[in-house]
């Protein structure tokens, strides 16, 4: 049973426009979600976290939403980069040590 | 600071064969977990420890499993491979597990 869901394997976004990575999850227990980014040979990196007390956080150009109710988070990031060109993940947890990820979702930004 | 350093960065076995993996987390974390990363099924949760304790446990087979020691290193160790253990292990260390997670950058696994 996949918890975390990112139901687009993949996104092309042009330079300069906003990329909209979204993620779904099924546990209402889930409390603090975080998105992490990875490039090819590199482990994930953090990128942005949000408490479930809030309903949004910005650092810079990401900003990550989100929705108790309709267990939905979404991750923008305005403006897109090539650098930004990677694989995104978002993870959950309920306090348990225990982060469950999503499947990834591979961001193209084009030049 | 130095980052989480995992070893050996690639490694090639043959079924039936073991392996031991190696995790070195950031200096002051103490909490070490494992993850394996396959192709269309993202991060899975092997376990977690902290102060040499395992705290929570993933739902792999037995044939999976792990340890920290005194100084806060983890290894994980994998008997009688099988094909689909080709993948990608993950180790990150936290503070105390409740934090975010740093990763290494990975022990890729080939079975033959």
């Known amino acids: 049973d996949q918890q975390v869901k990112q139901n687009s394997p993949s996104l092309s976004v042009q330079e300069g426009r906003i990329s909209i990575l979204n993620c779904d999850y099924t546990?209402?227990?889930?409390?603090?979600f975080l998105w992490y980014k990875k490039y090819p040979a590199e482990g994930p990196t953090f990128l942005i976290s949000?408490?479930?007390?809030?309903d949004k956080n910005e650092d810079g150009r990401f900003t990550v939403f989100l929705n108790k109710s309709a267990k939905h988070l979404s991750l923008h990031i305005v403006p897109s980069q090539p650098g930004d060109s990677a694989v995104y993940f978002c993870?959950?947890?309920?306090?348990?040590?225990?982060?469950?990820f999503g499947t990834g979702t591979r961001l193209k930004v084009l030049a | 600071k130095a980052g989480v350093t995992q070893t050996p960065r690639y490694l090639i076995k043959t079924r039936g064969q073991q392996v031991t993996l190696s995790c070195s987390p950031i200096?002051?974390?103490?909490?070490v977990s494992w993850y394996q990363q396959t192709p269309g099924q993202g991060l899975q949760f092997l376990f977690e420890?902290?102060?040499?304790?395992?705290?929570n446990k993933g739902n792999f087979p037995g044939r999976f499993s792990g340890r920290q020691f005194s100084n806060s290193r983890s290894e994980m160790n994998v008997s009688t491979l099988e094909l689909g253990d080709s993948a990608l292990y993950l180790c990150?260390?936290?503070?105390?597990?409740?934090?975010?997670?740093?990763f290494g950058a990975g022990s890729r696994l080939t079975v033959l």
């Open positions: 990150a260390s936290s503070l105390s597990g409740a934090n975010v997670l740093t």
């Open positions: 993870a959950a947890t309920s306090g348990t040590y225990k982060y469950i």
């Open positions: 200096s002051g974390h103490r909490s």
């Open positions: 546990n209402s227990m889930f409390d603090y």
């Open positions: 949000i408490s479930s007390i809030k």
């Open positions: 420890y902290f102060s040499e304790t395992q705290r």
